[in-house]
């Protein structure tokens, strides 16, 4: 059976467990050795490139690129024609896309024989999910997964994709996830990645308070006010979540020994400043580490022998 990584939600707990596992484990790199992986990209990214590019590079495999201008998914043709070509040319096809129903139809359109795997899409972000459980794993338990448990993990800002997957992520793991969010910006019910629906695992907490949100925190996490697409509103989402700014006064309400996470690209100044982003207590650029970490656990689980 083809193996897809498009959401957390989708996986068993067995799968995240092995994904994690591999991601730390020693490297075979012959793992995709004579196999191509095909690049996506709708959306461009410094790291999601980067780590998926030398990811598929230390295993044996060879990558090939694909802008938005080259492939223009339902512009230049079709979602399902281009994963049929994809198919015969390659094992895997990792995409970042505006449309998460991209790979439904994808995967339709080529009688589920190319494995797909999410860089990023409107509704999830996997991947960076994955990487930051194992970024949080390693400050707090040695790299030990299930060692988070019973951690407080705080969101700030405008609930995202990536906080629908990162919830979803940790409450899986039995970690407290609360998301400070004001009213119009705050995580809804439903969807392929809901972390409403997570059950057994930590507890989930809403709140419109940034301060009580973070109160508490072991880790506190944002993410960028303005995403791509979302240029017009810069103004309005700066007046709107400005409370909401990760800065010394919001952070010192956390716990003494709190850490940050933020995916990047950061928007220094607006939902994080800079003596935060560039302190001690931010872990960012181990998060950049582990996108690397995060991308070898999911391409060897994708190519384990079932």
């Known amino acids: 059976m083809t193996r897809h990584f498009m959401t957390i939600e989708q996986q068993s707990d067995k799968a995240l467990k092995k994904i994690y596992e591999l991601a730390t484990?020693?490297?075979?790199?012959?793992?995709?050795?004579?196999?191509?992986?095909?690049?996506?990209?709708?959306?461009?990214?410094?790291?999601?490139?980067?780590?998926?590019?030398?990811?598929?590079?230390?295993?044996?495999?060879?990558v090939?690129?694909?802008?938005?201008?080259?492939?223009?998914?339902?512009?230049?043709?079709?979602?399902?024609?281009?994963?049929?070509?994809?198919?015969?040319m390659y094992s895997i096809a990792a995409l970042r896309v505006r449309n998460h129903e991209v790979f439904k139809r994808m995967q339709t359109a080529t009688?589920?024989?190319?494995?797909?795997?999410?860089?990023?899409?409107?509704?999830?972000?996997?991947?960076?999910?994955?990487?930051?459980?194992?970024?949080?794993?390693?400050?707090?338990?040695?790299?030990?997964?299930?060692?988070?448990?019973?951690?407080?993990v705080t969101y700030v800002g405008d609930a995202t994709n990536v906080t629908r997957s990162l919830a979803v992520a940790l409450l899986r793991c039995g970690a407290n996830v609360t998301v400070g969010a004001p009213s119009g910006y705050q995580l809804s019910a439903g969807g392929e990645e809901d972390p409403s629906a997570v059950t057994g695992g930590g507890t989930l907490?809403?709140?419109?308070?940034?301060?009580?949100?973070?109160?508490?925190a072991d880790v506190v996490v944002t993410?960028?006010?303005?995403?791509?697409?979302?240029?017009?509103?810069?103004?309005?989402r700066r007046n709107d979540l400005s409370a909401f700014q990760v800065?010394?006064?919001?952070?010192?309400?956390?716990?003494?020994?709190?850490?940050?996470?933020?995916?990047?690209?950061?928007?220094?100044?607006?939902?994080?400043?800079?003596?935060?982003?560039?302190?001690?207590k931010s872990l960012v650029w181990r998060e950049v580490f582990h996108r690397r970490t995060a991308m070898l656990g999911v391409l060897q689980w994708i190519k384990e022998e079932k």
């Open 25 to 62: 484990s020693p490297i075979n790199d012959e793992t995709l050795k004579g196999q191509g992986v095909a690049l996506v990209f709708e959306r461009p990214s410094l790291r999601t490139r980067a780590s998926s590019s030398v990811a598929v590079q230390e295993l044996g495999g060879f």
């Open 64 to 88: 090939t690129f694909f802008s938005d201008e080259e492939v223009g998914i339902d512009t230049r043709e079709s979602a399902e024609d281009i994963g049929r070509t994809l198919n015969e």
């Open 111 to 152: 009688n589920d024989q190319i494995s797909l795997i999410n860089l990023l899409s409107n509704v999830a972000h996997p991947l960076q999910a994955i990487a930051d459980v194992l970024t949080i794993a390693e400050h707090f338990a040695k790299g030990d997964v299930s060692g988070i448990k019973g951690l407080n």
């Open 205 to 216: 907490t809403l709140t419109d308070s940034p301060v009580d949100a973070v109160k508490g």
């Open 223 to 236: 993410d960028a006010w303005v995403s791509m697409g979302m240029e017009a509103e810069t103004q309005k």
């Open 247 to 280: 800065n010394a006064k919001l952070m010192g309400e956390a716990k003494k020994d709190a850490v940050l996470l933020h995916c990047l690209p950061a928007h220094r100044g607006d939902e994080i400043t800079d003596e935060i982003l560039d302190s001690d």
